[in-house]
């Protein structure tokens, strides 16, 4: 029997492995697209998004609540025929969907997150949600909030709500599941519409068209093992 022996070379032995993927919601208004990429880490939340945009159940809906510096909220079914003036956000889909909480995904500067009364569980609505803009915050608000959540924010959490901004009061409370990643000059248009008492825009902002945008299919890569 022959020994095969191993000198100074690579053997190379290929293997394929395919990155997860995300899809992403496109929301379009008469300013233009909002893009937003969903978590994977946010199953329940990501399923019912991608649910409720095949069934055209967001479309002709409004951004019923604008405030600058923190939130565009939007999904109530109520709005879609709703009069001048009208107070809007009581409108649902009849279900909850389970909390989801992960440290991994704060509310960040072009967030998305669900919506939720003050049910104990914290469930979410079943369709109303919001994309945050929120503002910039310093490491002694930062290091206030750790202390009241009793949560810890790594370096690059930090960095970003310093940076970039968010609503870090809200981490925990409510469950973020993905995150704009086009066109967030758009929602900060619609979040400095002029704007009633009940931080609805006067003027109403339409979701025209809410569509999934299905993943391609997964990327397969080489990846080569030299064996010496």
Known sequence: ??????????LAISSTFSFAQHTKIAITTEYGKIVM?????APKHRDNMIKLAKEHFFDSTLFHRCIPNFVI??????????????MLGNGETGY???????????????????????NPDKASSGCQ???????????????????????????SQRDIYKTKGGTAFLDGNYSVFGEVIEGMDI???????????????????????????????AKKKKKF???F
């Open 187 to 217: 929602v900060e248009k619609i979040a400095l519409e002029p704007r009633d008492q009940m931080d609805r825009p006067k003027k109403d902002i339409r979701m025209m068209k809410v569509e999934v945008i299905e993943p391609k299919a």
């Open 1 to 10: 029997m022959k020994k095969l022996t191993l000198s100074l070379f690579a």
């Open 129 to 155: 949600f919001y994309i945050v803009t929120g503002k910039k915050l310093t490491d002694d608000e930062l290091n206030s909030l750790e202390q009241r959540n009793n949560r810890k924010y790594s370096p």
């Open 73 to 86: 909220q939007g999904g109530d079914p109520n709005s879609k025929n709703a009069a001048p003036g009208a």
């Open 225 to 227: 093992l030299g064996i």
């Open 37 to 41: 990429e969903l978590y994977n880490e």
């Open 96 to 118: 909850r969907v389970d909390a989801e909480f992960n440290d991994s995904l704060i509310h960040k500067y072009g967030a998305l997150a669900m919506a939720r009364d003050n």
